[in-house]
């Protein structure tokens, strides 16, 4: 949907010498830096990759950096949080947690691990996200879990060499990802990460066809291609695995908003929808044989498939087939975007009206789903608009929601916009603490 080019910081470590500050990182595998922590703070295990300093009553505490008997051994959470115990799942159309209802309700927020600030920033970011009445945060992760790189240059998750490609466990890799859970699970927050993207952003799925195939491809052989599929299989394993037992986690998405088409690849005259359903009947079936514990979703737009039908979002052409795809009985809830309406002249009832379908298909599939991403870029009419989709979402029944995007003002000024940020003190903040309030009401 929106997106916007980001401007990847240098990764800030803290100092091999002295003690770790409040919310700093003070151990985990390969750590390198203080394994004690200031006074009023605990050294405090998140999992085998990632230890922080929480306020606490010890001094001192130590944690050893060496590395665990077996590298797949996958990480557990011990931290003590509203967040960390017991894993999310599904009732029909509501999402569940501990025998009791989880209401799902917050903002996305890739850059969170992205941006390469500081644990001082994340906890900052996380805070006020937590403080408009979130309980989740998507595209991640939402950060995202991917970023998919052919030269080792900052932040990244995916290390391509020719045909070879390596997966980034170090601090600037997925130890960022680690820091943000392990932040998240302090204010309360889950996280729903996206494996991948359609889009070129942080790479994207035409990185595959360029490296393993050469480059001229057809967007679409991500979703056919032998290679490709056994490949990103071997990603997707080296991820899921790491984080098999973190309950800070909520859900797997496969891909970040799949088409049949790319950014800047075409389709191929082969692909309709049924490609891409097959594709993800493989792709969850497979992540739920590695991983029982968190649920999966597509991530897609949310596009009907109703040929004839002269509106875009409806007729198929992109290679979604919403219904189809809920149906999938490895996927455990739907999601759906709305971006500025794609162009839509009516925004608001055409907006309203997209919620109300996708409400139709929850309560057909009788599962949940969730409208992932929603944005104008309008701010005169942006709280306005909100206000009635989110009293559209509250009417409908649909089972939740998540805002593009989340804004913070940090050490270094905010984070990331697009035009779209809603950061605290503006109008749409308010509405979403109120939305917020109104959701979890609802029950």
């Known amino acids: 949907m929106i997106r916007s080019t980001l401007l990847v910081l240098a990764l800030s470590l803290p100092s091999v010498f002295g003690q770790s500050p409040e919310w700093g990182q003070c151990g985990g595998i390969g750590w390198t830096g203080a394994t004690t922590c200031v006074s009023g703070t605990v050294c405090t295990v998140s999992n085998a990759y990632y230890s922080q300093c929480l306020p606490g009553t010890a001094t001192t505490t130590t944690v050893s950096t060496a590395p665990p008997t077996s590298t797949s051994t996958a990480t557990t959470s011990t931290a003590s949080s509203p967040a960390s115990t017991g894993f999310v799942t599904t009732s029909g159309t509501r999402f569940t947690l501990n025998g009791a209802r989880y209401t799902l309700i917050g903002e996305n927020a890739y850059w969170l691990a992205l941006g390469g600030y500081s644990t001082t920033d994340i906890n900052k970011a996380l805070s006020d996200i937590a403080a408009s009445g979130a309980t989740t945060v998507s595209r991640l992760i939402s950060t995202r879990g991917f970023n998919e790189v052919t030269s080792a240059n900052g932040i990244y998750f995916h290390l391509w060499s020719g045909r070879s490609a390596t997966v980034n466990t170090g601090a600037n890799g997925l130890g960022m990802l680690d820091t943000v859970i392990a932040a998240a699970k302090q ?257």
């Open 187 to 443: 204010h309360g927050l889950r996280l729903i990460v996206s494996l991948y993207s359609s889009r070129s952003d942080y790479g994207g799925m035409d990185v595959y066809a360029a490296q393993l195939l050469g480059s001229g491809q057809s967007h679409d052989v991500f979703y056919t291609n032998p290679t490709i599929i056994a490949a990103f299989k071997t990603y997707v394993q080296a991820v899921v695995t790491r984080y098999v037992n973190e309950p800070g986690i909520l859900a797997w998405e496969l891909v970040n908003e799949p088409r049949c088409s790319g950014s800047s690849t075409t389709a191929s005259s082969s692909c309709t929808v049924s490609t891409i359903t097959t594709w993800v009947s493989t792709m969850s079936a497979f992540i739920k044989s590695i991983d029982s514990n968190h649920l999966v979703g597509l991530g897609d737009e949310g596009f009907f498939n109703e040929p004839g039908n002269s509106d875009y979002m409806y007729q198929g052409s992109a290679g979604i087939d919403f219904v189809a795809n809920l149906k999938v009985s490895t996927i455990d809830f739907g999601t759906f975007h709305v971006g500025n309406c794609w162009g839509e002249t009516n925004t608001v009832p055409w907006g309203t009206q997209w919620i109300t379908d996708h409400a139709t298909a929850m309560t057909n599939a009788n599962k949940p789903v969730i409208l992932e991403e929603f944005g104008i870029s309008n701010s005169s009419t942006r709280a306005s608009t909100y206000t009635t989709w989110y009293q559209n979402v509250i009417s409908t029944g649909l089972t939740g929601d998540l805002i593009w995007q989340a804004g913070s003002q940090l050490t270094n000024g905010p984070t990331a916009n697009d035009g779209y940020a809603i950061y605290p003190g503006n109008p749409e903040y308010a509405a979403m603490q109120a939305h917020a309030a109104a959701l979890k009401a609802r029950g």
